[in-house]
């Protein structure tokens, strides 16, 4: 600084200036220098804050990034678990309204089973009691012991949708298939 204050001073002084009017003008160059130095030191110190206030910011962004991709990941977990519980909620409802219609078919076929096994009951007391009234080479005795062995397995069919419905017993007997065919 006094190497270009020396020099300014001597061309100035060759310019014909005077040196007070350099000297002047040398105060006004070393204000004008320290302003200029204080406004680059300012903004130095602004660029430091600007660096630092982004550098913040993107701290801020990357955890909030971060959050909000955790809550997605959770949210995505829990409606596809939701959507698992509906579908075995609608799988359950299905299988008990299915349980609520066999269970109706059964009150029904037992009902059904009941009447129809006391009307062949009364089939087979009367076709009995005539059977037992006829002499044996009666010609009508070979057709009431049709009507009684036919009533006998409709009886047996009864028992057996008693017995699916609930209202009876399953007993399992072996059978000769040859002879069910031939009746």
């Not at 007070?20 to 320290?34: E, G, I, T």
């Not at 660096?51 to 977990?77: C, F, G, H, M, Y």
């Not at 007391?125 to 409709?154: F, M, W, Y």
């Not at 069919?157 to 017993?169: D, E, I």
Request: with cysteine; net charge neutral; proline share 2%.
């Amino acid at each position: 600084v006094v190497l270009l204050f020396a020099t300014l001073l001597a061309l100035g002084l060759l310019a014909g200036y005077r040196s007070q009017q350099l000297a002047a003008l040398n105060a006004s160059l070393r204000a004008s220098h320290a302003d200029l130095r204080q406004a680059h030191e300012s903004l130095t110190r602004a660029n430091a804050e600007l660096q630092q206030s982004n550098l913040e910011l993107e701290n801020r962004v990357a955890e909030r990034t971060d959050t909000l991709a955790k809550t997605i990941t959770r949210l995505q977990t829990e409606i596809l678990e939701r959507h698992r519980s509906e579908e075995q909620r609608h799988q359950l409802e299905q299988q008990i309204l299915q349980s609520q219609k066999m269970e109706s078919l059964g009150v029904l076929a037992g009902g059904i089973a009941h009447d129809f096994n006391n009307l062949l009951t009364a089939i087979i007391g009367n076709t009995d009691l005539v059977l037992s009234d006829l002499p044996p080479a009666s010609p009508g005795t070979e057709g009431l012991r049709q009507i009684r062995q036919a009533s006998a397995r409709a009886a047996h069919l009864c028992q057996q949708m008693l017995a699916y419905s609930g209202k009876g017993r399953f007993v399992v007997t072996p059978m000769e298939l040859a002879a069910l065919v031939r009746e």
